[in-house]
């Protein structure tokens, strides 16, 4: 068993059963970093308080900075029979500073610490997935110039609805991922790290000691807040839950450019080249190419999704202040924060290889259902026919051409003429083509925004 920072008051030893059961070191040790954040900055606010001598706290900040280099390159290596990272770090301090680590837990609670530790995680991830999301919304642009006037087939109920440009199709994405990274800005600079709230009744360092204690310890400061409800600050995790949201949303976003993407690819469209590098065939069918990226991708998101149930489903009952169940906050956000990582990583290579198989849409674009808004159109801004009745015209002569098998480019003047007096081939041979179609939409086409990192 490890030397607790509890257990004075217990005669018995734990039970090794809920010992295991009850330890996070498991996964908590991604908060090392942090934790040495908060000692060190609890380290200064002890010493101003003159509760540390000066031999005292440099023996802790030394051992706290060796803890801290170890963690940074990738040295670091916790100790799986501890309860959790705080009793780690702790214990190393410990052999590494002597009696001086009896006083680094002064004043000071694990509720404390762990919010603290969260909030620097959430904000360190916070940099790396707005990052990697912007690498994906660069190659989705780059894509969107490749084929900036290509003809594209648009869906709705997913039946061919009318023709589009591919760059105003992929850039539809963009404008998704563009609100996600919106959101995580808001996030970011909504996100404020407190300090010094004790278990939940707060401190008796001043918030002088501590506000001197960040200015020289090297943390990000920007971040940092007066805190106002101790209570609260331990027994909040809103912001666990809002960064799963937003994490959720993205994860919605690449689930349904998956979902298109898969589809596409199919034999029965045929319209999407999918990367070789990121397909896998079948171990009976020879044939296949499989779009297992894509497919593992749209899979992800039930995980995703209920990481952020789990989350909201372990807050809803909790009475103040802080309560154990809140331990298990952790496990669902690090595995949301590494999926959306890898998946964005991932998709930004994928969006950059994938092609446009140009003939097969080429030959989709003939289908003549796809301009039939086109002509109900024309009748409507050309002829003055009132949109009720441009339907109904339009409408019986799809009907028409399908009952006959008769293409309606085929269909002589006379036929045309009794649909209605204005309809002929020259009009129809104006009307239903890719380029009238999409240069007669007059509202503003999709745009390429400036990305500037924050």
């Not at 908060?38 to 440099?58: C, Q, R, T, W, Y």
């Not at 409408?395 to 009952?403: A, C, N, Q, V």
Request: glycine share 4%; net charge positive; hydrophobic share 40%.
């Amino acid at each position: 068993m490890d030397k607790k920072m509890w257990g004075g008051r217990f005669k018995k030893e734990i039970d090794k059963d809920f010992f295991e059961f009850q330890k996070s070191i498991n996964y908590d040790h991604k908060l090392a970093e942090y934790d040495v954040y908060h000692s060190l900055i609890h380290v200064g606010a002890l010493a101003a308080a003159e509760i540390l001598s000066k031999d005292e706290e440099d023996a802790l900040v030394g051992a706290l900075r060796e803890i801290l280099s170890q963690i940074k390159k990738g040295k670091f290596k916790f100790d799986p029979e501890c309860e959790d990272i705080h009793s780690d770090i702790q214990n190393k301090v410990k052999e590494k500073a002597g009696k001086a680590a009896l006083k680094l837990h002064t004043l000071r609670s694990r509720n404390d610490q762990v919010v603290f530790d969260e909030k620097m995680y959430v904000l360190t991830q916070y940099i790396e997935t707005i990052k990697l999301l912007s690498n994906l919304l660069e190659e989705i642009f780059k894509k969107s110039q490749d084929y900036e006037k290509r003809y594209f087939i648009g869906y709705t109920h997913t039946q061919r609805a009318q023709v589009v440009y591919f760059s105003d199709y992929i850039l539809a994405y963009g404008q998704m991922l563009m609100r996600d990274y919106d959101r995580l800005v808001k996030f970011e600079e909504g996100l404020k790290i407190h300090i010094g709230a004790g278990a939940l009744a707060g401190s008796p360092l001043s918030p002088d000691y501590y506000r001197r204690a960040i200015s020289i310890s090297g943390v990000i400061r920007k971040h940092f807040g007066e805190l106002s409800s101790p209570m609260d600050h331990v027994s909040s995790r809103d912001f666990v839950i809002e960064f799963l949201s937003i994490l959720a949303i993205i994860q919605m976003h690449l689930s349904r450019m998956s979902e298109d993407m898969i589809m596409y690819s199919t034999r029965e469209f045929d319209y999407l080249d999918l990367p070789e590098e990121f397909c896998t065939g079948s171990s009976l069918m020879p044939h296949k190419k499989n779009a297992d990226f894509l497919e593992l991708v749209r899979g992800s998101t039930g995980k995703v999704y209920g990481s952020l149930f789990s989350v909201l489903t372990t807050m809803k009952g909790l009475p103040l202040a802080y309560n154990r169940d809140m331990q298990l906050d952790k496990e669902p956000l690090f595995a949301s924060v590494e999926t959306v990582k890898d998946e964005l990583t991932i998709m930004a290579k994928f969006i950059k290889k994938l092609k446009l198989k140009k003939d097969n849409i080429d030959n989709a674009l003939k289908d003549e259902h796809l301009y039939a808004t086109e002509i109900a159109e024309f009748l409507v801004m050309k002829k003055g026919v009132a949109f009720k009745d441009a339907h109904d015209i339009v409408g019986k002569l799809i009907r028409h051409s399908e009952e006959k098998k008769v293409k309606i480019q085929n269909i002589s003047d006379k036929l045309l003429s009794t649909f209605h007096k204005d309809l002929n081939k020259k009009i129809l041979t104006k009307v239903m083509n890719p380029k009238y179609a999409v240069l007669s939409k007059k509202t503003a086409k999709s745009k390429i925004p400036k990305l500037k990192l924050h």
